[in-house]
């Protein structure tokens, strides 16, 4: 394949010059190889994976291991227990005499690898069995046994004796008729250690293989990663001149028919998303400049008005200061989803009173700015709706009429229902009796960045409107003006009550036939 370098349009300007990239020193290529990189993340998920299972394995052997001692040493209890208290029923008398027990009970018990069993008369190791698995005659086991005697209980303990690790039971021997003045205790005892040791031994074995599996893991994913990446080996030779400031530059191809050509193509359409993505960001910028002020002067606005020494005013502008925080927010958040304004998860879907809706956003628009404020009377009803959306896109058009209006002109906010061809429809207007619009400028009013020059504010970027409408598609609806030049505008959203129907109008509608009608 055969590259070279052509200069296409002309890149962001933002971005400026940027100085030429520094030399790797020599060291810094391998721990830099993009190989080397993901075979490391690789090998170190999986030797994380590793790890963690040969923990939680060896943690549940380990549990387990306790968990049978335990249950063993009770069970030897509890079998003694049953043979002194004998069965009625069947003409077994319980035992009246401990020594007859202890040798009853030790001759028929079996005791289990790693296990012993001893019987202690007051302080001396009077009965065993006459083969123990299991060392018990040590002295630090009489003495434990000793320690932890409590009358009526079997006590369960671990002794550390020599090499060896013991888990024991000390469980005092009640019989009528024994000496009151003697202590009869059993005591059984398991051999815990040895059993720990070959589950740390299955362990270590588990450990080796698994060295020895992401050994060759590593070698042979070295391997097969420097084949698979040879592609972008090559197109970073080829695109090393391309400058980090410079995106206008692409990777021309003359021989399209191998992966390194489609891999370049892909480049080459990726720095194509590149500018698309620096035009966007300028966008997003442009369209929180736009969007915040609005809020802003609602909460000073507010705050200004206040009475502080009223409580319920005082509660009513905190409540709607924290919420238009949590509004300007939000559009911090959306503001690059109202550029994409078709996707599903544009609007949150809730019944909306329809009342609730009209005074909330009077309350809001009203103090934007002097001018002679009017709401029509209550309607009544509910809309399933996004409520902030709406208040976005009221706000918005409460705040295009004071930009095109001045004090004392009025401006009407109004909502009512009309019958459409499947449902009822809500009209929400906004009259004005400002400059009014040229029949010449009706036609773009909705665009982006369109601005009507009678303006009486000389502020904002044009994109109000653009997002009014974004909002009234995006709940199946439309978005239009009636105006007249020098007499005033009257801005309507109309949607229809049934939920969900602006997600079937966005995928219907097309960017080339928007929801939008003008009249003069």
């Known amino acids: 394949m055969s590259t070279e370098l052509t200069r296409q349009a002309e890149g962001p300007a933002e971005l400026g010059e940027q100085p030429a990239p520094r030399r790797p020193r020599p060291g810094s290529r391998l721990r830099g190889s993009v190989r080397v990189r993901i075979l490391a993340a690789i090998l170190s998920m999986l030797a994380g994976s590793m790890f963690l299972i040969g923990a939680l394995q060896y943690s549940a052997q380990l549990t387990e291991l306790e968990t049978r001692v335990r249950t063993d040493l009770q069970q030897e209890v509890e079998e003694l227990q049953t043979l002194g208290d004998g069965v009625p029923d069947e003409g077994v008398a319980p035992y009246d005499d401990p020594d007859e027990l202890f040798r009853d009970f030790l001759r028929q018990s079996v005791p289990g690898t790693n296990e012993a069993m001893i019987g202690i008369v007051d302080d001396r190791i009077v009965y065993r069995q006459p083969e123990n698995n299991v060392d018990v005659t040590n002295p630090l086991v009489l003495a434990e046994a000793l320690r932890v005697a409590t009358p009526g209980q079997a006590v369960i303990s671990e002794l550390q004796v020599g090499d060896t690790t013991l888990e024991m039971i000390t469980a005092t021997v009640q019989v009528e ?33 698994a060295t020895g599996a992401l050994i060759i893991a590593a070698v042979a994913g070295y391997l097969i990663a ?64 736009h969007e915040l002020r609005t809020p802003l002067t609602i909460l000073r606005g507010n705050l200004e008005t206040m009475d502080v020494h009223d409580p319920t005013d005082v509660d009513q502008v905190r409540s709607l200061a924290v919420d238009e925080v949590d509004r300007m927010d939000r559009l911090v958040n959306d503001l690059l989803l109202l550029a994409r304004s078709r996707r599903p998860d544009f609007l949150r879907w809730e019944p909306v009173d329809v009342d609730d809706l009209a005074a909330e956003a009077f309350a809001r628009i009203r103090v934007i700015s002097e001018r002679e404020w009017r709401l029509t009377d209550p309607v009544g009803g509910t809309v399933v709706a996004d409520r902030q959306r709406l208040l976005q896109a009221i706000v918005q058009l409460a705040a295009n009429a004071v930009k095109y209006s001045a004090p004392g002109d009025l401006i009407e906010l109004g909502l009512q229902w009309e019958t459409g061809d499947r449902d009822r429809v809500l009209v929400i207007s906004l009259r004005d009796t400002g400059v009014g619009i040229e ?15 009678e ?16 909002i009234a598609v995006g709940h199946g609806g439309e978005v239009g003006v009636r105006s007249a030049f020098g007499v005033g505008s009257i801005f309507e959203i109309r949607i229809p009550a049934v939920a969900g129907s602006g997600s079937k109008a966005q995928d219907e509608t097309s960017e080339e036939d928007e929801q939008v009608w003008q009249r003069s």
């Open 439 to 453: 029949e010449h400028q009706l036609r773009r009013i909705f665009d982006r960045f369109q601005q009507v020059r």
């Open 226 to 289: 420097g084949r698979l990446l040879r592609p972008l080996v090559e197109l970073r030779e080829a695109t090393s001149t391309i400058d980090s400031g410079d995106l206008s530059r692409r990777v021309q191809v003359r021989e399209p028919d191998n992966d390194v050509a489609r891999l370049a193509v892909n480049f080459n359409a990726m720095l194509d998303r590149l500018q698309g993505g620096f035009r966007d960001q300028q966008q997003f910028l442009d369209d929180a400049a």
């Open 177 to 209: 008729g024994a000496d009151p003045n003697l202590q009869y205790l059993l005591v059984v005892a398991i051999d815990i250690g040895s059993q720990r040791e070959a589950i740390y031994a299955s362990i270590m074995n588990y450990a080796a293989l």
């Open 455 to 470: 303006s009486t504010r000389g502020e904002g970027l044009g994109l109000g409107l653009a997002i009014v409408r974004a």
